[in-house]
């Protein structure tokens, strides 16, 4: 059962597109006070859902924001992430329900932080919708909400493919020096991602002809690979006369206002930019065809970034520091001056202030962006992929986005923002997989290897057994980090036979994960969630179910040679050594200490499952979908349901698109 209260007037979100009959009733579990809601909770209680955040898959024990923030140096203090996905469930004994906070303004969810039994919800807007749902069990509750939210975004098949990105291929050749190192090496690839470095100084919709003179030439070069170029595309648009993006929007006031009227002025990468107004219809409209310069290049996918919006500084800011900092020149920076000083200099950068300093044209009215603020990677995504539907009406164009809020998972998929190399983030990458499909984000990934900081060989294998299994699969990194293309691993047969097994996987993956997405329910499923009833199983958050069919345990941690695992039930392991299948062992019910090469992904296979393997390939064009091999713990006569389609028109549907597959 779903109830709609609305409290006030809220600006609609548009996160729910069919919304029920407001209910007239009193909320249940919470008590509300002011823009408070709470609620106790009782010791067994589970807490499940908030999307991309940082700690357990189980919530309980945290406080979180929901505040878009760029955030790379985050780890488990961290409080906000850069999405905001304000779906919650609360699992008990005498209770099972989720609560959308539907509300584009900051929300704090203090689940047991300041009071260990306490629930705080607090709200920064005085308006807003909530949705209540009452079901059985916590999966129930999941449909029940993603069929609320409507459909989750559907990027073409070869997205599935794995992924090379990095910021610094500064060049067309070098662009060419990463397919050839995977191509020469024989290792899979479908996409290279460009960062900022192919843009004329940093400017959205350019390209830097010097560096990439003959870039359409590249796009058609690499497609004959079968590579696709994935080109970024960043929130703020550069400030620079005779740029046409720049002069078109300040023609037609496209750009975000400051409170004096004039264009609001910020740094990114560019140096001085303006923000469009995203959440202004003509503006997001306008900025959403831009993207047509790049796909008449041949271009197929992007990916938006910087769309917290994140600020470096706001020119206003900047010009009162490089007043004020003068007079700590010649003074003692004593403990209390340092900090002053600190404090002047070290809070340029995302500003809470500068948030409440420009203005956004939202259907006529003017709203204060930091009313707003949840929304602006939300809207720029949506407009991108509404011109998108326009533009390629009859193919799906990848797309996926840093900032996001429940309602722009309709529209792309996100990766989860700038992760560091470290252990704990590969770990953090498996938790949060399943709460984001909870709140509708179903293509979504972890910078494999980690993005900032330098990577070892253990690790990035290691997260490339666990990246196999994550519907968007990229190997991504920071610029003056050490490089770590899979090419570049010692071990290329251990890299080339894991990412091979990605491929081997793929007609299970994108079965599993467009079932899930059509059916609304999970690709990713934490065990709590199959076994409801089994409290090791509840609280095993180390594994995952990924699909009806298999279970995953990767290693997380440095100089190990095998984990505990638990086995809620009866299973089958299956060791692959790479791609191939090397052992097949039922194991019982239990604990079992297993070992894990550094060459090896071990799988386990449900009782009564089939996992569908296909042929390694080089690319997703090259496979084939026919010939499968059927590995299984299942009796004579079970059978699997295989969904295919082309994989690349926006139509898609279960009806004509299932096989059943028999062992
Ligand atoms: C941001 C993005 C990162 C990208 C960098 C340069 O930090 O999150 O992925 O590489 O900007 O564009």
Redesign the pocket.
């Known amino acids: 059962m779903i109830r709609r209260f609305v409290i006030g007037t809220p600006l609609d979100t548009e996160a729910v597109l069919h919304k029920p009959e407001v209910d007239q009733g009193v909320l249940p579990y919470f008590t509300i006070e002011g823009t408070t809601l709470g609620m106790k909770l009782a010791k067994e209680d589970v807490v499940y859902g908030l999307g991309e955040n940082v700690r357990g898959i189980n919530k309980r024990g945290w406080i979180y924001e929901s505040n878009c923030t760029?955030q790379?140096h985050h780890h488990e203090n961290t409080r906000s992430l850069y999405g905001a996905h304000n779906f919650f469930i609360v699992k008990g004994q005498e209770h099972c329900f989720g609560l959308f906070v539907d509300t584009p303004g900051r929300v704090i969810f203090d689940i047991g932080y300041n009071r260990v039994d306490d629930m705080k919800v607090t709200l920064e807007n005085e308006d807003y919708e909530l949705y209540l749902l009452e079901e059985d069990t916590p999966e129930a509750i999941v449909h029940a909400f993603r069929e609320l939210i409507g459909q989750s975004y559907v990027p073409p098949k070869w997205a599935f493919g794995f992924g090379q990105?990095r910021?610094s291929y500064f060049t067309a050749e070098e662009v060419r020096e990463v397919a050839r190192g995977y191509r020469e090496n024989q290792i899979p690839l479908d996409m290279i991602y460009l960062?900022?470095d192919y843009m004329e100084r940093y400017k959205d919709f350019t390209i830097d002809r010097e560096a990439f003179p003959d870039f359409e030439e590249l796009v058609a070069e690499m497609k004959a690979q079968g590579i696709h170029l994935i080109p970024?595309i960043?929130g703020g648009v550069k400030v620079e006369e005779g740029y046409d993006v720049y002069e078109e929007g300040v023609k037609h006031h496209y750009f975000c206002k400051d409170v004096d009227g004039d264009d609001f002025t910020v740094g990114v990468?560019p140096g001085k930019c303006h923000f469009p107004d995203m959440l202004n219809e003509e503006a997001g409209r306008w900025f959403g065809r831009k993207y047509k310069v790049l796909m008449d290049m041949g271009i197929e996918g992007f990916w938006n970034?910087?769309n917290e919006p994140?600020i470096f500084y706001s020119e206003k800011r900047l010009k009162k520091v490089f007043e004020k900092v003068g007079d700590f020149k010649d003074i003692n920076l004593d403990l209390k001056n340092f900090n002053a000083f600190q404090d002047l200099v070290g809070n340029v950068s995302n500003n809470p202030e500068d948030y409440k300093s420009f203005y956004h044209n939202y259907k006529g009215q003017k709203i204060r962006h930091d009313k707003v603020h949840n929304l602006f990677g939300y809207y720029m995504t949506r407009s991108a992929q509404e011109a998108f539907e326009e533009l390629e009406p009859e193919k799906r164009v990848l797309l996926f986005s840093?900032s996001s809020y429940i309602g722009m998972h309709r529209y792309g998929g996100i990766?989860m923002?700038?992760n560091k190399s470290w252990w704990s983030h590969l770990l953090m990458n498996l938790k949060m997989l399943p709460s984001l499909n909870m709140c509708g984000f179903m293509y979504t990934g972890a910078?494999v290897g980690g993005?900032l900081e330098d990577t070892t060989e253990d690790l990035l294998l290691r997260w490339m057994a666990l990246g196999i299994f994550m519907p968007l699969f990229r190997d991504?990194s920071?610029?003056n980090t050490r490089r770590q293309e899979a090419y570049v691993v010692e071990d290329k047969a251990a890299v080339r036979g894991i990412i091979s097994l990605r491929y081997r996987l793929l007609p299970y993956i994108y079965s599993e994960f467009m079932k899930a997405t059509l059916k609304n329910t999970m690709y990713a499923r934490p065990l709590g969630f199959v076994w409801p009833e089994d409290p090791e199983a509840v609280e095993t958050e180390d594994q995952l179910m990924i699909g009806e069919s298999i279970m995953i345990a990767p290693v997380y941690e440095q100089n190990k040679s095998g984990r505990t695992v638990y086995l809620p039930e009866e299973m089958k392991l299956l060791r692959f050594d790479g791609a191939v299948l090397a052992e097949e062992q039922v194991l019982a019910a239990g604990r079992h200490y297993i070992k894990v090469g550094m060459n090896e992904v071990v799988i386990f296979v449900r009782k009564g499952h089939i996992l569908p393997l296909a042929q390694p390939a080089q690319c997703v064009a090259e496979m084939d979908w026919q010939d499968l091999t059927l590995v299984h713990f299942a009796e004579e006569g079970t059978s699997y349901e295989l969904y295919d389609d082309d994989g690349i028109s926006r139509r898609v549907s279960l009806e004509g698109s299932l096989r059943t597959l028999t062992v």
Request: proline share 5%.
């Open positions: 760029d790379p990105s910021w960062d900022i970024i960043d990468w970034d910087m994140a840093r990766w923002g700038d910078d993005f991504h920071a610029l």
